[in-house]
């Protein structure tokens, strides 16, 4: 089934990537930082106002800042109240699945402008209480007793990969590689350096 509208991604921003630059600003700066870019680098010109809905991705915030409900007060801070706002949460693909609610939103004519964003600061727990907070994306009846986390679920993903299609390690490897290299180029990466190490 085809879309009613076509839509269009036209702006885009983001903060830099490191937990040392965002250690003293919560995530509503860091969202307000990123809002700000996207506005400014549309061609002709954005302004809050022409803002119909606000689309948030978010996992963990709960965990890692002790605040849930990050739609509307995303909104207010920005300056976009009174709009509609909603939190999509799909675990990592929850930015991906808030692009895919504002499109279906335009697509289907209720809105013509929609602020689609993420924020997770992930640097506010411990290694062993972020993994656990992560860990809410599980089945907690299934895979938690079982003791599984989430690289030994990407693990069990990568050999089930390996046994159907033939892969290889080292295929999986360059995939890596390819990011670092990448983020050698991007100003706002977290780990800016090549290689592995």
Request: aromatic share 6%.
């Amino acid at each position: 089934m085809g879309l009613a509208r076509d839509v269009a991604v036209i702006g885009a921003g983001m903060t830099r990537f490191h937990h040392s630059i965002h250690s003293e600003k919560n995530s509503r700066e860091i969202f307000l930082e990123a809002v700000r870019e996207s506005l400014d680098s549309v061609d002709n010109g954005v302004s809050v106002k022409d803002i119909d809905a606000l689309v948030i991705g978010g996992t963990v915030g709960e965990f890692f800042e002790g605040q849930s409900h990050y739609a509307s007060l995303m909104a207010d801070w920005t300056g976009l109240l009174p709009i509609p706002s909603l939190r999509v949460e799909t675990a990592c693909a929850s930015s991906s699945a808030a692009i895919e609610v504002a499109a279906l939103g335009i697509a289907s004519g209720a809105y013509d402008t929609v602020l689609v964003g993420g924020v997770e600061r992930m640097s506010t727990l411990k290694t062993e209480d972020a993994t656990q907070a992560l860990m809410s994306g599980v089945d907690m009846a299934y895979d938690h007793p079982a003791g599984v986390t989430n690289p030994a679920l990407y693990a069990m993903m990568a050999n089930a990969h390996f046994n159907r299609y033939g892969s290889r390690w080292e295929q999986l490897a360059a995939i890596t590689i390819k990011n670092h290299h990448n983020a050698t180029m991007n100003p706002k990466a977290q780990w800016r350096r090549e290689g592995l190490g």
